[in-house]
């Protein structure tokens, strides 16, 4: 995948990637009294790294992505979400017990204010878990090389220079 | 009111009904494509007008006047698909950029 020749695509997708990132942020912070919540947000969190790399190129948009950061997202959002179920159960609750971090005699409002916080806590670890996935299958998914053929370490000029080489004749089966 | 909402609702409905054959039987991909962006687009116009006519009912059922936050969440559902509508467009032109310009394309009349 090669950088679009399109100067229009490409200007418009550098201005929309933050105005998306903000709105997946959005989006998971209305996720208790309106549409969204952590998965949507996630999935718009990850379709502006999926808009980069289509409108910059493969090897471009990866730079954006760090292999291991995301590798290492995925499950820190897992581990997120059963954190606070678990630290609730340490504290004397139940699993996703969020009231049970103010204790019991607590009054209604700290209680509200708990289950809030708790509920954007595990809100959160589901759109680290989603944006990463999302985004590590897309770019293992649309990877322009054979499979894992450069592995972790792929430069973009290796991509690049394999990608325009071989792409015609990789895909005149289908054509 | 929100018989203008209505009327305007049916025809943006009418619209897409319009597009349809288009998306069916568009002689050339690029016809297709365009049907359903134009489709997507008129999808947003129609969700937006469903979530004002939501308020509208509501409030012509006894609701607050000042209602209107409401449809905000229409709004939200609207940019949302956009946002989607937008990428993908891109995503399957430039899948039909890159099979466009391998050398031995027996279709590429289709494509032009």
């Given at each position: 995948m090669r950088e679009t020749?399109?100067?229009?695509?490409?200007?418009?997708?550098?201005?929309?990637?933050?105005?998306?990132?903000?709105?997946?942020?959005?989006?998971l912070g209305h996720g208790e009294d309106g549409p969204g919540g952590g998965f949507q947000g996630g999935v718009i969190f990850a379709s502006s790294f999926v808009l980069l790399a289509l409108a910059y190129g493969w090897g471009q948009g990866r730079k954006h992505v760090p292999e291991k950061l995301f590798d290492l997202l995925a499950p820190a959002g897992c581990l997120l979400y059963a954190g606070i179920g678990f630290v609730a159960l340490l504290v004397g609750g139940a699993f996703l017990q969020y009231e049970a971090f103010v204790g019991e005699g607590a009054d209604h409002a700290t209680k509200h204010h708990a289950h809030h916080f708790g509920l954007i806590g595990i809100e959160l670890g589901v759109m680290l878990t989603v944006t990463a996935s999302m985004v590590i299958l897309f770019f293992e998914m649309s990877r322009p090389d054979e499979e894992g053929a450069f592995g972790d370490g792929a430069s973009q000029e290796d991509v690049e220079a394999l990608h325009d080489g071989s792409a015609a004749t990789e895909e005149a089966p289908d054509a | 009111m929100h018989d203008v909402h209505v009327v305007i609702t049916v025809l943006v409905l009418v619209g897409v009904l319009t597009t349809l054959p288009r998306v069916l039987k568009g002689p050339t991909l690029m016809d297709r494509i365009l049907a359903v962006n134009v489709i997507g687009t008129k999808t947003i116009v129609l969700l937006a007008l469903v979530g004002f006519l939501q308020v509208e009912l509501g409030i012509a059922r006894g609701a607050p006047a000042n209602d209107y936050a409401r449809a905000g969440f229409w709004l939200d559902v609207a940019l949302a698909y956009s946002l989607i509508n937008f990428i993908a467009t891109i995503a399957v032109l430039k899948y039909l950029e890159r099979r466009a310009r391998s050398p031995d394309v027996s279709n590429s009349e289709e494509l032009a």
């Open positions: 020749p399109s100067l229009i695509v490409r200007y418009v997708a550098r201005r929309a990637v933050p105005f998306i990132q903000l709105y997946a942020l959005y989006v | -």
